[in-house]
């Protein structure tokens, strides 16, 4: 099922562009104590996004664990116009939030080398052979977000 895209400024084709050019995006969870962000890079693939992290886990794995729910927010193109007045300056930016759930992938599951090959190409196109170790294959977690909403927007 294709995720439905809300246009608030920024084109459906255009949210792809920007989730597939940056680099870095923020990931929101709810833990026990609230909401908690933190930034991550990720690869889109398949109307998908994917990230990637310690098994052993942490806070964020903790929160999916718990509540599968997330919000994912990535922006480009950040500048500033001054104006002659505060009222007159602005930010020039790209944005995408995304909401939907997030599922921890078990071993095995296809879905992990497409995502890591996924990292190799984006992060070091360089390395002709991108295999992951199987020690350190063993130590990562990879988590797929399904986004049920796309939102969109930009400011020139």
């Known amino acids: 099922m294709q995720p439905r895209m809300l246009k608030f400024g920024l084109k459906p084709e255009e949210i792809v562009e920007l989730l597939e050019k940056e680099k870095v995006g923020h990931l929101g969870t709810i833990g026990p104590d609230g909401p908690y962000v933190v930034p991550i890079n990720y690869v889109f693939l398949n109307q998908k996004i994917y990230l990637h992290g310690r098994k052993a886990g942490g806070q964020k794995l903790d929160n999916m664990r718990a509540d599968q729910r997330i919000c994912f927010e990535v922006h480009g193109r950040e500048d500033y116009r001054s104006g002659d007045s505060p009222c007159k300056t602005s930010t020039i930016y ?45 130590l990562t977690a990879v988590i797929e977000l399904s986004i049920d909403r796309w939102t969109g927007k930009y400011a020139n």
């Open 94 to 138: 790209r944005s995408v939030i995304g909401l939907g759930q997030a599922r921890i992938l078990e071993d095995g599951d296809p879905a992990i080398q497409e995502a890591l090959l996924g990292f190799a190409r984006k992060f070091a196109p360089h390395i002709k052979d991108p295999a992951i170790p199987a020690d350190k294959m063993a």
